[in-house]
Nanobody, 121 residues
Framework: QVQLVESGGGLVQAGGSLRLSCAAS????????MDWYRQAPGKQRELVAR???????NYADSVKDRFTISRDNAKNTMYLQMNSLKPEDTAVYYC???????????????WGQGTQVTVSS
C-alpha cells in the first residue's frame, strides 16, 4: 500500500558530498516522522537523523554539522544532504516513515529498501 524508494547513494571520496532522497507513494493520508537510518557491515542499524511533520530535526552526534535532513511534504519526499563525508559514514542508508493510510486512521511504519553509500579514504 505504501512504497518508500531511496536514491542518491554511491561511491565518493572522503570530504565529498552526496544527497539522498526518499520518495513515498501509495495510499498516504499524511506522514508523521521521517527518519534516516544506516547500517554498516557487522554493526546494528542506527538512527542518523529525524524530521517531524512540522520540520523539527534531530541528528546523531556523529553527523551533526555535516548532514542536513529536510522534507517536501507536498511531494512526500525526504532528503539527506551529506557533506564532509568520512570513511566511517560507509553504510547502507535506509529511510523510514510513519504513515497514516488513507481511510484507515492508523499510523504504520514503512521502510525503504536501502541505498549504499561508500566513502573511500
Amino acid at each position: 500500500q505504501v512504497q518508500l524508494v531511496e536514491s542518491g547513494g554511491g561511491l565518493v571520496q572522503a570530504g565529498g558530498s552526496l544527497r539522498l532522497s526518499c520518495a513515498a507513494s501509495g495510499s498516504i493520508s499524511s506522514i508523521n516522522d521521517m527518519d534516516w537510518y544506516r547500517q554498516a557491515p557487522g554493526k546494528q542499524r542506527e538512527l542518523v537523523a529525524r524530521i517531524t511533520n512540522g520540520g523539527s530535526t534531530n541528528y546523531a552526534d556523529s553527523v551533526k554539522d555535516r548532514f542536513t535532513i529536510s522534507r517536501d511534504n507536498a511531494k512526500n519526499t525526504m532528503y539527506l544532504q551529506m557533506n564532509s563525508l568520512k570513511p566511517e559514514d560507509t553504510a547502507v542508508y535506509y529511510c523510514k516513515a510513519e504513515v497514516s493510510l488513507t481511510g484507515w486512521g492508523t499510523v504504520l511504519p514503512y521502510w525503504g529498501q536501502g541505498t549504499q553509500v561508500t566513502v573511500s579514504s
